[in-house]
């Protein structure tokens, strides 16, 4: 009898345990590393010296990155899905597959008391950071995806980007606009610390430099400058931020491996910064992944030295391989296993409270 009562209690604490519900963090870091696969975090890691962030997270998964009508999904698509959960076409920024405006994340928290931000090394309007605020059919609109902005919905874009902002082909000054709205608009080569609730920040024209030009650590400058900014006026003290390491897939576009590594380095020493924020402050969930890989990389043999490799592209476009993410604080447990990219959407939206 006290042995059934013994395999009673453990099957009832194994039931419990399976059913128990993830913490919930107060604020979420999602960083999206562009066109990056396995290849280009181990070409990249392989002889990297310093802390390797990805080797820090206890919990990792595999997301499945097809788009809508294409099995190799672009930027659009694949951002679009980690802003409202359903696949959409490649181009696609915050609609469904039939080209209507889907509910984003960032929509659906702000009610909740949520603060809202994105960061990139490409312009606050390209494809990825775009796809969290704004609602076209194309993502060559980027004049359009600026204007989304003004809705107040983001409430921090830092980023380059100047062009859609002034100088534009309709001649409005974007700024003065959203000057109007609350936003504190500033156009800066130099990223300078700035308190503001609501800011807009670009340092160029377009993209910014790359790390081989000499961006230095603006990625990591403009995300410390973000999640500060998040925290102002905030008496909840919940934000989600997503940081873009745009230019990685432009180091794979091009099939230039040492222009994908230089970015993904950089990319690795913000998320190790982020990293050591959530571990002292233990509320933060800090999730990492791709919306593709980019090049169709791989690290193949070296004869001529066998402790290195050669690298051998074979697309100057994306590839459909699944891509890995990387989860740590309250809720990481929900990323392991394999799914479909829209899960990461859902995946959010449990930890943040919404019923969507």
Not at 67 to 91: C, E, L, M, Q, Y
Not at 112 to 127: D, E, F, K, P
Not at 185 to 205: F, G, H, M, R, W
Not at 246 to 261: A, P, T
């Amino acid at each position: 009898m006290q042995k059934k009562w013994i395999l009673f209690l453990a099957a009832a604490c194994l039931l419990g345990a399976t059913v128990a519900k993830p913490k919930q963090p107060k604020r979420i870091v999602f960083l999206i590393g562009d066109g990056m696969g396995l290849t280009q975090i181990s070409g990249a890691m392989a002889h990297y010296t310093g802390r390797n962030a990805f080797e820090r997270f206890p919990v990792i998964g595999l997301s499945k990155t097809a788009s809508s009508d294409n099995w190799v999904t672009d930027s659009g698509a694949g951002a679009t899905v980690f802003s409202i959960g359903k696949k959409t076409f490649n181009g696609a920024i915050g609609v469904d597959s039939l080209g209507k405006e889907s509910p984003n994340l960032f929509e659906l928290i702000k009610p909740l008391g949520w603060r809202t931000g994105v960061v990139a090394t490409s312009s606050v309007t390209h494809a990825t950071p775009a796809s969290f605020y704004a609602h076209v059919p194309s993502r060559k609109s980027e004049d359009a995806i600026a204007d989304f902005l003004s809705r107040g919905t983001c409430d921090v874009a830092i980023g380059g980007g100047i062009k859609f902002f002034k100088n534009r082909a309709d001649k409005r000054d974007l700024f003065a606009e959203l000057q109007t709205k609350g936003f504190t608009c500033i156009a800066n080569t130099e990223l300078q610390t700035v308190a503001a609730p609501k800011l807009i920040y670009v340092c160029d024209s377009n993209g910014m430099k790359t790390m081989q030009q000499g961006r230095g650590d603006f990625l990591a400058k403009a995300t410390r400058l973000a999640q500060s900014n998040l925290l102002l006026d905030n008496k909840k003290k919940n934000y989600f931020l997503m940081v873009e390491g745009s230019q990685i897939d432009w180091g794979g576009h091009d099939n230039l491996f040492e222009y994908m590594k230089a970015e993904l380095i950089d990319f690795n020493e913000v998320i190790n910064q982020v990293l050591d924020e959530a571990i002292r402050d233990g509320n933060t969930l800090v999730v990492v992944t791709a919306d593709h890989e980019t090049g169709g990389l791989s690290l193949i043999e070296n004869k001529e030295n066998k402790s290195t490799f050669k690298v051998h592209y074979s697309t100057g476009g994306h590839s459909g391989v699944m891509v890995p993410v990387f989860a740590y604080g309250p809720g990481a447990e929900l990323f392991s296993g394999i799914y479909e990219n829209t899960e990461i959407f859902h995946k959010f939206c449990k930890l943040m409270g919404l019923k969507k």
